[in-house]
């Protein structure tokens, strides 16, 4: 089992930024891939970034490209999600989710991930 826990949501204007980490723990051993999602109310949750964990490789979606960073620490069970110029559609509950068997072609699939953190809301005003 894997546990994640985000952190670091909040309230910002347009035009801000945000850090969003996401602290794995358990069996973290045999992940390699750990995913950043979102959901805003009404909406179907969208892919946002990845990252594989072996190599730093990322993939972000054309949405956030650009204006978002997701990075890990040395210590490899900790990512984050730099967000720059945010937007009020960026406004959503954000997700961290992984498992040890993510494809890198699917990273943008939510169905990959079996694991999945609380979330942790952003809101972005006008």
């Known amino acids: 089992q894997v546990q994640l826990v985000e952190s670091g949501g909040g309230l910002v204007q347009a035009g801000g930024s945000l850090r969003l980490s996401c602290a794995a723990s358990?069996?973290?051993?045999?992940?390699?891939?750990m995913g950043w999602f979102r959901q805003a109310t009404g909406k179907d949750r969208e892919f946002v970034a990845a990252?594989?964990?072996?190599?730093?490789?990322?993939y972000y979606a054309d949405s956030v490209k650009g204006r978002f960073t997701i990075s890990r620490a040395n210590a490899q069970n900790t990512v984050f999600l730099e967000m720059n110029s945010l937007k009020p559609e960026d406004t959503a509950v954000y997700y961290c989710?992984?498992?040890?068997?993510?494809?890198?072609?699917?990273?943008?699939?939510?169905?990959?991930?079996?694991?999945w953190g609380q979330g942790t809301q952003v809101t972005v005003s006008s």
């Open positions: 358990g069996r973290t051993g045999s992940i390699d891939v």
């Open positions: 989710a992984t498992d040890e068997s993510v494809a890198w072609a699917r990273v943008r699939v939510s169905t990959e991930y079996g694991y």
């Open positions: 990252i594989r964990i072996t190599g730093g490789l990322t």
